[in-house]
């Protein structure tokens, strides 16, 4: 009798790739950056869906950018 299976490799996230300087010395490329008036695209509120969880990004009165959950 015979069995068979499934298998499932899982892998971790990798680190970010370096670069090379021409002195030598590694260094991470830069981080991404989005201006908050490009993701908001005009509204006042906008909903993140990160792992099964909404967020809430909302522009307050006063210019200021709230997170929650």
């Known amino acids: 009798?015979?069995?068979?299976g499934t298998l499932l490799t899982l892998s971790?996230?990798?680190p970010?790739?370096?670069?090379?300087?021409?002195?030598?010395?590694?260094?991470?490329p830069p981080v991404r950056r989005i201006s908050s008036q490009r993701l908001l695209a005009g509204e006042r509120e906008l909903?993140?869906?990160?792992l099964g969880s909404e967020y809430h990004l909302r522009l307050t009165r006063n210019g200021k950018l709230i997170l929650t959950k």
Do not use: E, K
């Open 1 to 4: 009798m015979s069995t068979s």
């Open 12 to 14: 971790r996230l990798q």
């Open 16 to 28: 970010p790739p370096t670069l090379s300087h021409p002195d030598g010395v590694a260094m991470t």
């Open 47 to 50: 909903v993140i869906q990160h």
